[in-house]
């Protein structure tokens, strides 16, 4: 479980700072306190569901992305090549079977 905690924290300062936010500047977008935000990515406190929503909202990245980095890139990546690649096979593979 700490895993997914550790996890969390690392990518909250990635995309916290890809962003050039300060700590305390997330904290005024995410409607927290700097504390908390600096305890979360201490490892001090663990966010609640409200709070993880906000920081995503304020970090403009998909939720998961706070999990496993790069998430909704990968569903959208995946939807991508669903759509140019396997979709037109299977049409095709359809006109030619039936």
């Known amino acids: 479980m700490e895993h997914f905690f550790d996890e969390f924290r690392m990518n909250m300062k990635?995309?916290?700072?890809?962003?050039?936010?300060?700590?305390?500047?997330?904290?005024?977008?995410?409607?927290?306190?700097?504390?908390?935000?600096?305890?979360?990515?201490?490892?001090?406190?663990?966010?609640?569901?409200?709070?993880?929503?906000?920081?995503?909202?304020?970090?403009?990245?998909?939720?998961?992305?706070?999990?496993?980095?790069?998430a909704s890139t990968t569903v959208k990546n995946t939807k991508r090549i669903l759509r140019s690649e396997l979709i037109p096979q299977i049409e095709e593979f359809v006109e030619k079977r039936l």
């Open 14 to 70: 990635f995309y916290r700072e890809k962003l050039g936010f300060s700590q305390s500047e997330l904290a005024i977008q995410a409607n927290s306190s700097n504390g908390m935000i600096g305890n979360i990515e201490s490892g001090k406190a663990k966010p609640s569901f409200d709070n993880i929503l906000k920081i995503a909202a304020a970090l403009k990245i998909h939720p998961a992305d706070l999990f496993l980095r790069n």
